[in-house]
Structures are given as C-alpha cells and as structure tokens.
Nanobody, 117 residues
Framework: QVQVAESGGGLVQAGGSLRLSCSAS????????MGWYRQAPGRQREWVAH???????HYADSVKGRFTISKDNAKNTVYLQMNSLKPEDTAVYLC???????????WGQGTQVTVSS
C-alpha cells in the first residue's frame, strides 16, 4: 500500500527549531519527488519546499534560509528541518509525493506545528 506519513510536529517558541519527518511506504524515494505544503487556518494551502528525484531542492521565499529539506533513501524518509521559527509558521504541515512514472500524487494526513510568540 502506498502512503506517506508525517511526524515531528509540536509546540515551540519563536526562534526555536523542529524537524518534521515524512516516511514513505509502497514506493522508493528514488522514484518520487517529495515535498511539503502547509495549511494555516483561514489561509490558502502554501507550498513550502520540495526535493526532486535528483536531490535538487527548492524553497518558498517565506522559508528560504530557515528551512532545509533532505532525504535519507535508506530510511525512505524525507525531513524538513525548521529553524528560526516564527509565529506565522504555525500551520498543519503536509507531506506529498509525486511519482512521475504513474502521474500520481500521494498526501499524508499532516502534522501540526504551533509557534508561540
């Protein structure tokens, strides 16, 4: 069964750090582009970052320089290291996988990140 599952969210003070994990099953990271979106109450879903099959990374301007996306192919897991967190980073963070060979996207359930001021 193909699925992705996030973990690592929580409550942190402004200026702090969190690392989110996205575990993939049913496919390998070598076959998928992986990334993160976030959804805050009353706001549109916002793309955060992605890492493509060749391991190139891209970030939204709002998180560039503070967030780092990486992957561990052996663990079939993608990470989002979030530093210098701000209250406006508060959102549900959702992991997604795009498998080009079958033109299919997979989404996780999300993990809540709350940054207090």
């Amino acid at each position: 069964q193909v699925q992705v599952a996030e973990s690592g969210g929580g409550l942190v003070q402004a200026g702090g750090s969190l690392r989110l994990s996205c575990s993939a099953s049913g496919f390998t990271l070598n076959s998928a582009h992986m990334g993160w979106y976030r959804q805050a109450p009353g706001r549109q879903r916002e793309w955060v970052a992605h890492i493509i099959i060749g391991a190139s990374t891209h970030y939204a301007d709002s998180v560039k320089g503070r967030f780092t996306i990486s992957k561990d192919n052996a663990k079939n897991t993608v990470y989002l290291q979030m530093n210098s967190l701000k209250p406006e980073d508060t959102a549900v963070y959702l992991c997604y996988a795009t498998v080009p060979s079958i033109a299919t996207n997979y989404w996780g359930q999300g993990t809540q990140v709350t940054v207090s001021s």
